[in-house]
């Protein structure tokens, strides 16, 4: 469905610009001047199509879905994307979430307010169908070739990227039955969720409380039994779904219609992964990581179909949340999400270009929002880890283990990454993803088993709220939230695709331990005073994996059971007396790092060693 709202507003509309009389008086000033129209840019570049040199530089900027699509005559849709990106370094330093979602929205929003002008006025005088982003400095625009290759001469567009239409491979569920009662159906608490030993960090008094988790999914049947207690729009008594629900979807709808005004699933997938991130009905049923969160939803996908613009849209809502039926100039960042799961991809064979989504996936993570993504379903081969999101820096990868199991599930994505000529390591870290029980769309007491990479990334987003509840500190500061989870994780060796040792290829850092990642984070329960009989020697070196700085410590005269692992003075964490730990940092630059280990709970430390990362 196009949109409503006027080109000279600014504002990121939430669907395309085409008011008929502007496009008929536009389309009578083209037949009366079609040598000027076409040949002229607008005031901000006079050059027209351009000598052939120019013509042909232009061609290098548009991407070969867009060239395919609108060959003979054919119009399609694409991503104009501007070359004045925001900035966003400074975020870093701000401590707090609210500082850091305020700024990364009033840097990118400032900015495409402050450069989209002229384009805005130059497709909105020829009547030209677009949608105006700011979380990514671009523009949507449904044209012909001839519209891009007039687009891509500017000097203010860096490329023309392609909005494809792709579908998910989503993972085709079982039905199951409800309660404890009924066969089939679970006594206690799901296998995958004990198996990360999360009910361990419930009995600690921590089980999400605080923390709000986005779904960016076929959306979510919020009248759930396990859903709707959990659901940040309903207080009990009334529901609200302003600033909790967003659909991106604005024609077709399979199930749900466009633009469904309250959160529902069309599919089940997007109840399911919510359910395995939150869900609870306080009885039988205890199908979520952390209970005690709340949840928000997007919709980015109809039953399974997804675009670029559709992904954007919903990080773009993440961002800054906004009213039911209103536009991203009203976004909230108070109300932003803590962490989201994105159990979806955008496949490049597809047409998804490798960096359209890059800039709103760094956005989240400069706003102090987790984004955990699915590693994808591409079988057991290595370097199949391919689509958007999942091979980003940014993203928090998840692969898929057989529930119960330490062994890789055989159709879960592999890396190294290859499609961005990185190399980098992903997945990041692994978890149960089979025959995994949670939420259906069907009625508010159905539920389904599921496998799938999809299944695992939720445990991921649920761990991460579980650790971000107990321990404060660490909420919204990304990198050393990762290097919790990585640190602690059970270690999974291999020497499979091109990688050894951990972090790896197939398994990452291992399979997530959210209890050892919570309590290795807080003061030992109960020290150990027994001092050292001898000298405690420790040395150290460090390594860049996967972009970030790594410390491999190795100790010996330490007879303790346990060590404290002291980084610049504080301790990182508290482990099983193994002569040997790693440390990955988070921090991915120029660096220096002081380390001493010591018994747990003692004073009896080794010597400290420094360990410098030149850049």
Known sequence: MWGRYKNSSMASNRAFTSPRLRRLFCSLFIVAAAVAALGAFGSSDPSGQGSSPERTTAATKIAPWVMEHTANG??????????????????AALPTKNEKGRYVRDVLWNKSQTTQGPLLQWLGERGIEHQSFYIVNAILVKGSREIAEMLATRSDVARVEGNPHIQNSLPQPV????????????????????????????????????????SADTGVRWTHNALKPHYRGWNGVTADHNYNWHDSVHSGGIVC????????????????????????????????????????????????????ARYIECMEFFLAPYPVGGNPSQGDTTLAPDITINSWACPTPEGCSVNTLQGAVEAQAAAGIMMVVAAGNAGSSCANLTDPPSFYAASYTVGALNTGTDSVAFFRSRGPVTVDGS??????????????????NASDNAYTFADGTSMA???IAGAMALLWSAIPSLQNQIDPSRAALNNAAVHIATNQCSSSGTPNNVFGWGRVDILAAVTSGTPTPTPTPTPTPQPITLSASGRKVGGINTVRLTWSGATSANIDVNRDGVVIATVTNT?????????????????????????TCSNEVTVRFRQ
């Open 579 to 603: 002569g040997t730990y790693t440390d990955s940092t988070g921090d991915t630059g120029r660096a220096r790092y002081t380390y001493k280990v010591c018994a747990a709970g003692t004073s």
């Open 74 to 91: 054919q119009q399609a849709e694409f991503f104009v994307v501007l070359a004045d990106q925001g900035d966003l370094g400074g975020a």
């Open 423 to 440: 190399g980098r390591i992903k997945p990041d870290i692994t978890a149960p993803g089979t025959s995994t029980r949670s939420a259906s």
């Open 175 to 214: 039905p199951a039955t409800e309660g404890s009662s009924q066969p089939g159906a679970p006594a206690t608490i799901e296998p995958g969720i004990v198996y990360t030993h999360a009910p361990n960090v419930w009995a600690l008094g921590f089980n999400g409380q605080n923390i709000v988790v986005g």
């Open 457 to 459: 990334t939720p445990h």
């Open 257 to 308: 219609g466009p633009d469904s005004p309250q959160p529902c699933d069309d599919d089940n997938h997007g109840s399911a992964t919510t359910g395995i991130a939150i869900g609870d009905d306080g009885g039988a049923n205890q199908i979520g990581m952390a209970p005690g969160a709340k949840w928000i939803a997007c919709r980015n996908m109809d039953k399974g179909a997804g675009t670029p």
